[in-house]
């Protein structure tokens, strides 16, 4: 199964794919989808666009998103929002449903504990997948997320849940 994990941004929107067999995970890629300043609208037409490129590059089975933080500045929480509204839209369009999570439940998966920082989640994400070279925290916490898409699609298996 090939595992492509997301964590929205509007400036950085990080994205990394991992390949899962049984209890085996490895690296494929990640990176991190950037914009320029300018109109809102061209800023999410641009990650729209890379973000296309990285999923036929890729072709992941299987998608997951880091759930918004809603914070108290509501404008900016409501751009998240579209950035998040396009790292949904391009998996759903190869007919993907996207795993959702909170980013407690994300670390939780991969650090064990759910108030990690960053530094912990880039060092865990690097132990679980070796010679990983990661293009930046954006990166790291998408590899975190498809990380945790993982474990919780294999849980759901062997119980025979159907996400």
């Given at each position: 199964m090939r595992v492509m994990g997301?964590?929205?941004?509007?400036r950085a929107m990080g994205w990394g794919v991992i390949d899962v067999s049984g209890s085996r995970l490895r690296h494929v890629a990640n990176g991190i989808c950037r914009t320029s300043t300018g109109p809102l609208g061209a800023r999410l037409a641009m990650l729209f666009e890379?973000?296309?490129?990285?999923?036929?590059?890729?072709?992941?089975?299987?998608?997951?998103?880091e759930?918004?933080?809603?914070?108290?500045?509501?404008a900016a929480t409501l751009k998240l929002g579209q950035a998040?509204?396009?790292?949904?839209?391009?998996p759903a369009r190869a007919g993907i449903v996207v795993g959702e999570?909170?980013?407690n439940a994300v670390k939780k998966?991969?650090?064990?504990?759910?108030?990690?920082?960053?530094?912990?989640?880039?060092?865990?994400?690097?132990?679980?997948?070796p010679g990983a070279e990661i293009a930046g925290p954006d990166a790291a916490d998408a590899l975190a997320v498809a990380i945790c898409?993982?474990?919780?699609?294999?849980?759901?298996?062997?119980?025979?849940?159907?996400?």
């Open positions: 997301l964590d929205p941004g509007l890379e973000l296309t490129v990285v999923w036929k590059t890729y072709a992941p089975d299987t998608a997951a998103v759930q918004t933080f809603v914070n108290r500045d509501g998040r509204g396009i790292a949904m839209l391009v999570y909170a980013p998966a991969v650090v064990g504990v759910g108030h990690a920082d960053k530094a912990q989640v880039d060092h865990m994400v690097r132990m679980q997948l898409h993982a474990h919780i699609a294999q849980t759901n298996a062997r119980l025979g849940v159907q996400a």
